[in-house]
């Protein structure tokens, strides 16, 4: 773990608390960041198993 000094927006932070309800600035930010990389991670499998399952023509008549 690694300490960043960052200007926050206090409005913004006070109302993601409340959504997530979280007691803490380390709290708050730790899982917004978990819940926007838990979010991409699913997209990426799925795009990833979308590619995995496409049938691709014969390589010799994808030529013709």
């Known amino acids: 773990m690694a300490k960043h000094l960052i200007d926050i927006d206090e ?7 409340a ?3 979280t007691a803490t600035i380390r709290a708050t930010v730790n899982e917004a960041l978990r819940l926007a990389i838990g979010d991409r991670q699913a997209r ?21």
Not at 11 to 17: K, N, P, S, V, W
Not at 49 to 56: D, R
């Open 19 to 21: 959504e997530l309800g």
């Open 11 to 17: 409005e913004a932070l006070a109302q993601a608390r």
């Open 44 to 64: 990426v499998e799925r795009h990833l198993e979308t590619l995995a399952n496409i049938q691709l023509r014969n390589r010799e008549e994808a030529w013709r």
